[in-house]
């Protein structure tokens, strides 16, 4: 991903949080085939972390996998920016997102930490749902748990930008951050919280 250096996201804890709130990803590889999938990222495993995840077995994509170098990508808020929020031009429009690639190999688990990957998934988006036995009796977790395939992805590169027009004058910032956050676009509002959260691109970043 071209990344110029005053676009990078950082610090590195961002990017943690980042597939944390963005972790519906998108896995890649050699054969230009694409699997959606939610990850799990595991910040304390090995240099950069770890990525987990699980498939349908009738899903054919993991089988070409095992062992070779993938790709993962995070997209995360996005909206068009148009040159009339700045406070001067000339200028034209553009797009601001977020985005985070991972890049790491590919390796299958056993059927026991298949189980454990989709435990700790529910427990991410719903942990209530793992002491409710009539929603998920634990012989029908062991049934649907043959239909899946967990992997692991030990991370060896992540390029992440922010592409949130913080390279601009100040003014131009907070033309552009109005305008977002007042919009009836839902894209549109959602890169203004999440440009806010981070304060990257508000006309308030710290210097």
Do not use: C
């Not at 993938?70 to 700045?86: E, L, N, R």
């Amino acid at each position: 991903m071209y990344i110029p250096k005053s676009l990078t996201m950082a610090p590195e804890n961002s990017v943690t949080q980042f597939i944390s709130d963005y972790g519906f990803g998108i896995l890649m590889s050699d054969s230009l085939e694409a699997t959606h999938l939610p990850f799990l990222h595991a910040a304390n495993e090995g240099e950069l972390g770890t990525l987990y995840s699980h498939m349908a077995r009738a899903n054919s994509h993991w089988k070409e996998l095992q062992d070779k170098q993938v790709m993962v990508v995070f997209a995360g808020p996005h909206a068009y920016i148009s040159p009339t929020w700045y406070a001067s031009g000339p200028a034209v429009p553009t797009w601001n997102y977020a985005a985070v690639h991972v890049y790491g190999k590919f390796e299958l688990l056993s059927d026991e930490q298949t189980i454990q990957v989709v435990k700790d998934t529910v427990k991410k988006y719903e942990p209530e749902l793992l002491n409710n036995p009539l929603v998920m009796p634990e012989d029908y977790q062991q049934k649907l748990s043959k239909a899946i395939v967990s992997f692991k992805l030990t991370i060896s590169r992540v390029d992440a930008k922010h592409k949130l027009g913080q390279q601009r004058k100040q003014e131009d910032q907070l033309g552009v951050f109005t305008a977002l956050q007042t919009s009836d676009n839902m894209d549109s509002i959602a890169l203004a919280n999440y440009m806010r959260k981070f304060n990257v691109g508000t006309g308030n970043d710290p210097k």
